[in-house]
């Protein structure tokens, strides 16, 4: 491995716990596992099994890797023994989803997109449909100043947009059976941030749409895009740089992370906050431009 050209960088460890910590962070791609017996098995004439760990995030390199890992491992196997057959993994186990169930993929996904689409057409026919009506010249000639003008065109929103994404929760550990591991409140003041950030998003389609056909074309156009780029069917980290820029300021983007994380791994504290300032610099961007 260290021979290897297109390895750049191996680290050594002496436990598991320090091996899973690389991964986790991101530092490795891969990594082998190494049973104690291993050079007493190949001593002995026996064949010895090594255990590879791949990051699942980065899917792409993680196939390549095993593909020059399994290499490798064949070329090491022959220089052993004339008479080892190179073999494939036997057993591939993944770390969360087991059986790579796909609703456990897809389900708590859908809580982000039926929260995103509903707090977006809201906010955005809520001043849009005044201004139609000439009802909004009204409200800007009243008492109400723009902070309660904003506030209370997003209560709306913000209620049905968390409604609906808790009813998609529930549904999915009650009615799917998706094992929730995560803590619920993070979960809840997550979404919450969330919608706040849709909420903004919506309100600046409103503030420029001067009829409610064009709030709506405008709702769809940004709400289809950032659906395909927030990493729901395909990884972010497998499109163009461009596109990987342009998903971080998606909001849907960083709360998939949030609320499938919650569900499948029992995300951390820590890890958590790494997805919500960006969904609170969001809010705080959009609000201020509506």
Not at 17 to 45: H, N, T, Y
Not at 52 to 60: A, I
Not at 207 to 235: C, K, R
């Amino acid at each position: 491995l260290d021979s290897a050209q297109f390895i750049t960088e191996v680290h050594h460890v002496t436990s598991s716990q320090e091996l899973r910590g690389l991964i986790d962070r991101g530092k490795v791609s891969a990594a082998l596992d190494l049973p104690v017996d291993f050079s007493r098995a190949i001593a002995a004439g026996r064949s010895g099994e090594v255990q590879v760990l791949v990051d699942g995030r980065r899917s792409n390199s993680g196939q390549i890797t095993v593909g020059y890992l399994s290499s490798i491992a064949a070329d090491v196997g022959a220089e052993v023994s004339s008479d080892a057959v190179p073999s494939a993994p036997v057993v591939v186990r993944n770390w969360f989803n087991p059986n790579l169930t796909y609703r456990w993929f897809i389900v708590p996904g859908l809580s982000g997109i039926l929260a995103l689409f509903s707090a977006l057409l809201i906010t955005s026919l809520s001043i849009a449909r005044e201004r139609e009506l000439g009802t909004f010249d009204q409200l800007l000639v009243s008492p109400t100043s723009t902070p309660e003008i904003i506030i209370s065109k997003s209560l709306p929103a913000l209620a049905i947009g968390t409604g609906l994404g808790l009813l998609m929760m529930g549904a999915a550990v009650g009615l799917f059976r998706i094992p929730f591991s995560g803590s619920f409140w993070l979960l809840l003041a997550s979404l919450v941030l969330f919608i706040l950030s849709v909420v903004g998003i919506g309100l600046m389609i409103s503030a420029i749409s001067a009829t409610q056909q064009q709030a709506i074309l405008g709702a769809f156009s940004i709400g289809v895009p950032a659906v395909l780029m927030s990493g729901f069917a395909t990884p972010v980290e497998n499109m163009p740089t461009l596109l990987q820029w342009l998903a971080q300021g998606i909001p849907l983007t960083h709360f998939l992370i949030i609320v499938e994380g919650s569900f499948l791994k029992a995300m951390s504290p820590g890890d958590i906050l790494a997805s919500l300032w960006p969904l609170a610099l969001i809010a705080l961007v959009s609000l201020t431009m509506a």
